[in-house]
């Protein structure tokens, strides 16, 4: 027994197949390498994916797309009359570069604190990370044991600040410490 289709139903399911086809191909998005793709449901759910330099399905009507710029930020910091462990008045001139991490442990951080954000909100996020990291490690030391151990002081204020930084999706990309002073007088004339 032969079973002939009729020419317009096989056209028709032609039709619906190249059509479905087409959608499910529009649904297959690709990350640019110069940022994060974050995949989260439309309806409450928190979870999310994050994806890098990948490809990844996104289900039609159920998940939203958003992306994360990788592009490094500069944070500008006038750090003055931070307290040293003597108590004498220092004061720190920088300028950090902070950018969103693509370490897999890292991404969930960002698309939770950063996805949506503008700029000018994950530079005060950073800045205020900074500002207290510093503040920290100019409390235990001198400054003449800040500008003796130089090298040392930056290391360790880079490593703070790379790991507090990582609590909300961001990574440290440079540091450059251009200046530590001595503000004790200009508390003095006040």
Sequence with gaps: ???????????????????LGIFIFLRYRRCPDD???VISDKFGSRKCRCIHGKRAFVRPFIQEVQFLDLKPVPVEV????????????????????????????????????????????VRMLALEIILGQLRIAIARLELEEINARRNTFVSEVTRNIDEE????????????IADFRDDSELYEHK
Excluded: C, W
């Excluded at 108590?87 to 370490?103: E, M, P, Q």
């Excluded at 930084?165 to 450059?176: R, Y």
């Design 1 to 19: 027994m032969k079973i002939v289709l009729d020419p317009t139903v096989v056209m028709i399911i032609v039709i619906i197949v190249v059509v």
């Design 165 to 176: 930084l990582s609590k909300i999706g961001l990574k440290l990309v440079e540091t450059n």
């Design 35 to 37: 940022r994060i793709m």
């Design 78 to 121: 006038d750090l003055q009359g931070a307290l040293s462990r003597m108590n004498n008045r220092v004061g720190v001139s920088a300028v950090f570069k902070v950018a969103v991490s693509t370490d897999p442990d890292v991404m969930p951080n960002a698309a939770e604190h950063l996805v949506g954000k503008e700029l000018r909100y």
